[in-house]
């Protein structure tokens, strides 16, 4: 697995093409997903269900041919066994409730969530061509969820928890470890690298991103590399100023959505960049997903130390035939 192409570009090694996987790569688009879906009662319940789950991570793999596999899973799972109500009701995404006593929430073991652990078992005996990727939550995307209750809210009362912070340091503090944790499992069960998501730092201005998150982040970085010498992803949506910020993280990729400008920061930060195709792209005709596609990769200014992605996750209604175009026309340009 150490010769795997994605690997070897994060090392900075020669490689004849760039590696490419996309975010959100199993989901709702395939057939073959939503068949498999159809077997579990609800999401929460999907993700638990080993076979399942192992057989959805490999779907891109078998239909897309993509250079590594991320398992299944969802990055709220780690919430559940803190004593946090977690619900997937459909049309609405997540729902999170709990009584607000920050005290009274649990520290946990990997073996709380041995269940992530093993579907990472499964895809790592199941097939050996591809690195797997395990991942988790960012700490202040994980709060963001404790307390606005679910996504895609506007996060005030996050930054009033936050501004005030009487709980908020606890808080951050006992997500860490038990992010660490939830981590380590994973790398036993033999991920190859792990992906921090870390969605919602796009609604914090740059000093708060320095002054709030930044803290959190980086002990939880150290934390995962004291345990395994592992990758390390970090995808965050958010103002390219960050990357003054993240630069000097231990992070071994940057992985960036499209509104940053991903190929002056490969300029300036010598480090791996992942992204940054914008994921609309897709909707698209397919000359159109070609131009756009080779656009970009005739634009990157190094010839290693870069994986292609988008820059975010794939959606519910794009077409399966659009994305293993995107795919293949990634694999098929050769690195001069």
Known sequence: MKDSLLLKSIRGEKIERFPVWLMRQAGRYMKEYRELRE??????????????????????????????????????????????????KEGEGPVISWDRDVKALKRISYKDTDFVNEVIKGVKEAQKDVPVIGFCGGPFTLLSYLIEGRGGKDMKDTKIFMWKQEDYHAL??????NLIEYLKGQMLAGADLVQIFDSWAMYLPYEDYRDYAETYLKKLLEGIKREFNVPIIYFYRGSGSFLEVIKDLPVDVISVDWTVDMLGGMRSVHKAFQGNLDPHVLYADE??????????LRCVPR??????????????????????????????FYIA
């Open 172 to 177: 951050m503090s006992l997500l860490v470890d």
């Open 303 to 332: 010839k290693t130390r870069y994986i292609f992605n988008l820059g975010h996750g794939l959606m519910p209604d794009m077409e399966f035939n659009k994305v293993k175009f995107l795919v293949d026309a990634v694999k098929n």
């Open 39 to 88: 077997k579990e009662r609800d999401f929460l319940s999907f993700c638990k269900n080993v076979e399942l789950a192992v057989k959805v991570s490999l779907l891109p793999l078998e239909l897309l041919d993509v250079d590594a596999v991320i398992i299944f899973s969802d990055i709220l799972i780690p919430l559940e066994p803190m004593g946090v109500c977690i619900e997937f």
């Open 287 to 296: 000359e159109t997903i070609f131009k756009k596609t080779l656009e970009l």
